[in-house]
């Protein structure tokens, strides 16, 4: 059997990375974020190189599908996914196994973001 992929019915959904999500759940810019990673004894060196490196797969997928097929995980149904040629979960395991979770009869793909 042969499965071909619409790039252009292809839905890509991308995670957040940590930065992005404790941006959004701490309401901090990035100087205030960074005092409380240093605070905290993260090592910001590594938070930041996983943010870049999940960046640049969001711009490669970005550039194969076109961004206008990304949704937020926040907005996905079992609707809209079911109008897909492809889901590509873009992130890791755990984001794969939550993106799946909407999905039916649909090819799903996992991409891991930041290898």
């Given at each position: 059997m042969e499965t071909k992929?619409?790039?252009?019915?292809?839905?890509?959904?991308p995670k957040?990375?940590?930065?992005?999500?404790?941006?959004?759940?701490?309401?901090?810019?990035?100087?205030?974020?960074?005092q409380k990673y240093a605070?905290?004894?993260?090592?910001?060196?590594?938070?930041?190189?996983?943010?870049?490196?999940?960046q640049e797969a969001k711009m490669a997928s970005g550039k194969m599908f076109g961004e206008e097929n990304f949704?937020?995980?926040d907005r996905l149904t079992q609707d809209l996914l079911a109008q897909a040629s492809a889901v590509v979960a873009l992130g890791g395991d755990n984001h794969f196994q939550y993106v799946s979770h909407f999905?039916?009869?649909?090819?799903?793909?996992?991409?891991?973001?930041d290898p």
């Open positions: 992929i619409d790039s252009n019915r292809a839905i890509v959904v957040m990375s940590m930065y992005e999500l404790d941006m959004h759940r701490f309401r901090l810019g990035h100087q205030e974020l960074m605070r905290d004894g993260f090592d910001i060196d590594r938070i930041i190189g996983s943010h870049e490196r999940q949704i937020h995980y999905v039916q009869d649909t090819l799903v793909i996992g991409v891991n973001s």
